[in-house]
């Protein structure tokens, strides 16, 4: 994960992940309710924000007794390390009673072993961040880590609509809502992939939007994740 630098404007290319990266853990919905989904342990993907190559994403899930872990770390190309900054992130997530419950979150900048931020969900249904904030988190919406969507990799795709979560970073919570899920059919480098497309939109900026490409069958990773934020447009590509 990345701070960006343009002229006249500035980015973070971890918020625009973090915005990409949603995990999909609905109420009332058992995660596991797909004994044939499948994550990959390594994932990679390519990184291109308005025309401009960022670099990849590297991923990584391991399970650790009833907890999962995942790691995201950002690599970036040579041109986009001259005004970005590299990050690392971990997203605990534990099984309870059939379910994927978000833990805790953690992001710093690669190569430092201070200054990170991070968040928690307590017991009690609070989200309380590193610096001490506690925010209620409200049953009608539930938190899903901006990391990596793992929870999509068990979830019933075709409950998505109209479902509204609270995305939750290292910096700041959001609301938003999905619409249902299409069936389509994309181009990618192994050939034509039938997969569901699943857009959300932000609920108080709604022309901000997050569109996914899963496969229908397969492992449940995102081949394709398009955002769509403040007119500019960031895109991801599974490459392995």
């Not at 430092?112 to 249904?125: A, F, L, M, Q, W």
């Amino acid at each position: 994960m990345v701070t960006m630098h343009i002229p006249r404007l500035q980015v973070r290319l971890c918020d625009l992940i973090a915005m990409t990266c949603l995990c999909f853990c609905f109420a009332n919905t058992p995660v596991l309710a797909n004994a044939d989904a499948k994550w990959l342990p390594e994932a990679r993907y390519s990184v291109n924000y308005a025309g401009t190559d960022a670099g990849h994403l590297q991923v990584s899930v391991e399970m650790k007794g009833d907890r999962i872990a995942v790691t995201t770390v950002s690599e970036l190309s040579a041109v986009a390390s001259l005004f970005l900054k590299g990050y690392t992130s971990e997203t605990v997530f534990e099984l309870q009673n059939d379910s994927l419950a978000l833990i805790s979150g953690s992001e710093r900048v690669i190569g430092k072993s201070s200054g990170g931020r991070s968040y928690r969900i307590t017991d009690d249904h609070h989200l309380v961040y590193g610096t001490g904030e506690s925010i209620p988190v409200a049953d009608r919406f539930p938190p899903h880590a901006a990391a990596f969507p793992l929870q999509l990799v068990f979830a019933d795709i075709q409950q998505i609509g109209e479902t509204s979560i609270l995305e939750v970073s290292s910096k700041r919570a959001r609301r938003y809502t999905y619409k249902q899920p299409e069936l389509d059919t994309i181009d990618t480098k192994n050939g034509s992939l039938e997969a569901w497309r699943i857009e959300r939109f932000r609920v108080d900026r709604p022309e901000s939007t997050v569109t996914m490409w899963i496969a229908t069958t397969g492992h449940r990773m995102p081949h394709r994740i398009v955002v769509v934020n403040k007119g500019r447009t960031t895109t991801m590509e599974l490459t392995r």
